[in-house]
């Protein structure tokens, strides 16, 4: 059963044709990775699959509801969580509450919240940090809070947006660990845009690629990577 | 749940709040009605501020057209306690829901047509401004001629009708501000307080949790109006005449929000100590200066004090004296989102 | 009511407004360009306008001639409160600065009335009631000068941002902030020079008013919010806007007064205010500002 599936969308903003009847599906239970160069329409895709803008044109389906015309908040209802590419920490709270506000998606009470919230961020290995303000943590932990805070509104769901960037290897391989983790043992959907190809290849079992809003192809990670059209987009057609 | 109510407060925290609370239930009986006078006036902005700062503070959302919910209130319960007999505590009740009827309409034009920050703030003034000169032409409550109260003799304290003397009132506005200081600590420990702090800080990232922004922003506004529009009513009855000009003005919609300003806008005690701050402060000048009465005219002196205040506060101590105050005192761990 | 009413209303309505154009071009060229929103506007063109009364009366001076001078000193007053406290607060919160210039705007009025007093002054000119009669329209003499008055100070100011070098370099930081400074542009001072032409303008339709109406401290209130709705109904940023909001609340007020309450003219203004924001915010001739 597919957890997530687009049938060719669209998007243009003015002048540019940002994402171009885009297809593909993210079964349940996978880590797929969505690739492609500056300015393929990556974010884009996700903004139309998080609410934050209306497609144009085809659907977006979740599980068997459409997605369509639903507000962010909807769309988080619905089962789908996302991280920010460049992270937004809730600055002023500590790193506990901004956990705990994720996690008060799923429960009123604020205790309850707090133990889950509790558990995500001992997963995460910033229970130490919890008392600290959100805006003092360094770029690595700001983006784990992000993530446990996405978390904590128990997706079925995880959109991660460039979540690798900025890491050096070993924090890099040390949120694969926990992705690989909260996949297996929670059952956690993601797909993920990213550019940090270690992470690539080490999480997705699936990779799509974009180019200038188009899918130009799809596959296994080792199969993408020798593929000649997503080379030329990322090399450039001499180089192949 | 409630048992959590202060537990995170340390414990010197929460003696020094008793002993404030313990000087302020006694204060009466020890000193002069001016004292007095000017405790009301203390309690007064402590609890509009407070009112306001739910708006501001906890949701974001600047007003600087509050006095419309103050005047509201005062006008609602004040015609229907003059013209029909009705008790003032129904008439607030009925100020409060209109004003936060009102609020709300002017949250949903805002919000939903994305208007934010300063142009926000501009149509709340433009709302509190067309309201002010409607006023001046409803002359079923006087227009600018004024609205009075029957003043009764101050012999007995009727709470009932809100007739009575100065202590009476002083106790009225304490459990105002008290009450509502209490309210605002038990809702920031809720989820709609972690939530309005959530919007506050990053509205798009709250969305993303699932949060429904357009309507905890409204709430906010609710709330915050219908608080407001309470203070006004008592002012109504303490002071007995309503004239539409100083009570819907953007003079005053400014005085309500400067003991928050310079207390700590977003903070649970800056409000409160603010107030405290200014208000003496303010008096204290008032009266040093008064020999000086023959060469300059003192009228203004006030309002250049405080905003001077509030100069000080934006260039040095943008997050207002309570923070800072909290640190020093050892009141406040690091992150004091929610004190 | 006779025709010719309407029409004398109405050109008395257009002069008027182009001095309320001036007034807003000041707040425009200030929201414009270092993207502040001056609370304290109507303040500090009260403050020109006392000027402008105590220089009648110690040199007999026509307000429209003291205009260089007052202007000269809301100028320097502008260019120290930018350059000596607003730009140290560049990364405060909007409403903090907002706030900021209430506060002044609170302690100008409180000054004015410690010094000047409540009551109404004006300036007694001897030209006061004469009239000019330009066809079918008769027209105020006063009115006349202080429409025209408005539209040389307009153009003076037109003329320095299109044609000379620093008026450019003034655009050029409201247009792209990081491109100016990319480009070596000397930010803060621009700031500065642009908050100081701002209050200029409010100086010199301050005097300009002062031919008109007369002046006391709480005007100030009044005429920020006119202010306002001015630049917001024409436009932030455009300076053509500016003149043309001004007009049409000139017209409108004027034609209020006619046909219904004149106390009432105010609350339409807010009221067409309301409707500006929610559904055209930038203005009638504004760029779409975020």
New interface residues.
Partial sequence: MSALRLRDVSKRFRGLQAVDRVSFEVPAGAIVALIGPNGAGKTTTFNLIAGVTRHDAGEIRFGDRPLDGLKPHQVCAAGIARTFQIVRPFGELSVEENVVVGCLHVTRDTHAARTAAREILERLDLWSKRSQRAASLTLPDRKRLEVARALGTRPRLLLLDEVMAGLRPTETDQMVAFFREINRDLGVTILLIEHVMRAVMALAQHVIVLNYGKKIAEGRPDAIVRDPAVLECYLGEEAV | ?TS?WLSDVPSRGRLLLAALLAVLLAAPFVVSSYVLSVLILVLYFAYLGQAWNIM?GFAGQ?S?GHALYFGLGAYTAAALYAKFGVTPWAGMAAGAIVSAIVGAFIGA?GFR?R?G???F???T???A??TR??F??IDWVGGTAGFFLPVSNRDSNDLWNLRGDPTMFYYVWLAGAGGVLALCRMLL???LG??W??IR??E??????????FRYKIAAVMLSAALTACGGVVYAFYYNTLFPEPIF???RS?DM?LGA?TGG??TLMGPIVGAFILTPLGEGLTIALEPFQEV?????????F??????LI??FQ?HGVWPYLARKLGLR???G??T | MLLDTYVNQIASGILTGLVYGLAALGLSVIFGVCKIVNFAHGEMMVIAMYLALVIFRWFGLDPLASIPLVAAVLFLFGYALQAGVINRLIDVPDHMQFLLLAAIAIMIVSGCLMIFGPDAQNVPLSYAYDSYEIGPILVDKVRVFAGGGAIVVAGILTAFFRWTRTGKAIRACADNLTGARVVGLNVQRLFALSFGLGTACIAAAGCILLMLVDVHPYLATEYTLLAFVVVIIGGLGSLTGALLGGVLIGVSEALAGLLIDPSLKSMFSFGLLILVLLFRPQGLLGKRVQ
């Fill in positions: 749940m959590t501001m600047l600087l034009l047509f208007i920050g300063v142009y703030a501009l149509l003034i433009a709302f401004e067309f000169i409607l001046d032409h420990s809720s989820r972690y939530y702090l959530a800080e990053d798009v990232a709250a969305q993303a949790l699932g949060i429904d922004t003005s953007v003079a400014i929000l300003v806008v977003g300059l005219r003192l009228d203004g002196i006030k309002q250049v405080y905003g001077l205040c509030v100069v934006v260039v943008r761990q690091l992150t989102a929610r």
